[in-house]
C-alpha cells in the first residue's frame, strides 16, 4: 500500500543548529514530493517539491531536501535553524494513479506532521 | 501573491444540521480539493474536483458529503447532516495542473459539531 511516513512527531533543536526532519514513502514508481510548513492558525505553505530532475531541492526560509530513490526517502534539512522555523511540517506525496485510465488527479498523501520547537 | 481564501474560520453547528463551507480558490487554477484534519491526526484527502465534477473520492466522502462550484469563483463543501466524528479542520486547496503541481492551500475552516 502506498504510504507516507514521518519519523518523530517532535523534533527540537537549538537555535542555530541542524534541522533534520525525516520523511519516507512506500511507492513501486517514485512519485511527486512536498514538503509544506503550518504556522499556528495558518493554512498549509508550500516549502518546496520534487518532480523530476536535480534530487537535491531548494526552497522557502533555507530549507532543502533530498530526494533518495534507494531508500524511498525525501528528509528536509535546514544548516541552521531560526527561531521562526518553529512550526508543523508536513510532508505530502502525490502517487501515481492506479485507475484504469491512468489519470492522476493530485490527491496528496500526508505524513502525520512533525512539529519543530527552536530554543533560544 | 494570490490566496486561496476559506469561509467562515470557525463554524459551530449542532449535529444533524446541514453546513456548507465556502472556498474561493486562485483564479487561473483548474484542480480543486478539499481535505481534513481532525485533531491530532493526519490530514486527510477528501476529493478532488477538476472540469465541474468529482475526479477522486477518499472513502470519507460518503454520500452526506457533497461538491460544488456554483459560479465561476466559489467551491464549495456541504455536509448533509453532521455528526459529532465530522469535528474537524477542513482544508480547501487548488492548483494550475495535476499532481505534477504544489497545491495551494487555504487557512481552513474549523467545524465544531455539538
Known amino acids: 500500500a502506498q504510504s507516507v511516513t514521518q519519523l518523530g512527531s517532535h523534533v527540537s533543536v537549538s537555535e542555530g543548529a541542524l534541522v533534520l526532519l525525516r520523511c519516507n514513502y512506500s511507492?513501486?514508481?517514485?512519485?511527486?514530493l512536498f514538503w509544506y510548513v503550518q504556522y499556528p492558525n495558518q493554512g498549509l505553505q508550500l516549502l518546496l517539491k520534487?518532480?523530476?530532475?536535480?534530487?537535491l531541492v531548494k526552497g522557502i526560509n533555507g530549507f532543502e531536501a533530498e530526494f533518495k530513490k534507494s531508500e524511498t526517502s525525501f528528509h528536509l534539512t535546514k544548516p541552521s535553524a531560526h527561531m521562526s522555523d518553529a512550526a508543523e511540517y508536513f510532508c505530502?506525496?502525490?502517487?501515481?494513479?492506479?485507475?484504469?485510465?491512468?489519470?492522476?488527479?493530485?490527491?496528496?498523501?500526508f505524513g502525520q506532521g512533525t512539529i519543530l520547537t527552536v530554543h533560544p | 501573491e494570490p490566496e486561496v481564501t476559506q469561509t467562515p474560520s470557525h463554524q459551530v453547528t449542532q449535529m444533524g444540521q446541514e453546513v456548507i463551507l465556502r472556498c474561493v480558490p486562485i483564479?487561473?487554477?483548474?484542480?480543486f480539493y478539499w481535505y481534513r484534519q481532525i485533531l491530532g491526526q493526519k490530514v486527510e484527502f477528501l476529493v478532488s474536483?477538476?472540469?465541474?465534477?468529482?475526479?477522486?473520492k477518499s472513502e470519507i466522502f460518503d454520500d452526506q458529503f457533497s461538491v460544488e462550484r456554483p459560479d465561476g469563483s466559489n467551491f464549495t463543501l456541504k455536509i448533509r447532516s453532521t455528526k459529532l466524528e465530522d469535528s474537524a479542520m477542513y482544508f480547501c486547496?487548488?492548483?494550475?495542473?495535476?499532481?505534477?503541481?504544489?497545491?495551494?492551500f487555504g487557512d481552513g475552516t474549523r467545524l465544531s459539531i455539538l
Open positions: 486547496a487548488s492548483s494550475v495542473r495535476g499532481r505534477w503541481e504544489p497545491q495551494h
Open positions: 511507492s513501486s514508481v517514485p512519485p511527486y
Open positions: 505530502a506525496v502525490s502517487f501515481p494513479s492506479t485507475n484504469a485510465g491512468g489519470t492522476s488527479y493530485g490527491k496528496l498523501t
Open positions: 520534487y518532480t523530476t530532475g536535480a534530487t
Open positions: 483564479s487561473n487554477h483548474l484542480y
Open positions: 474536483f477538476y472540469n465541474n465534477e468529482i475526479s477522486e
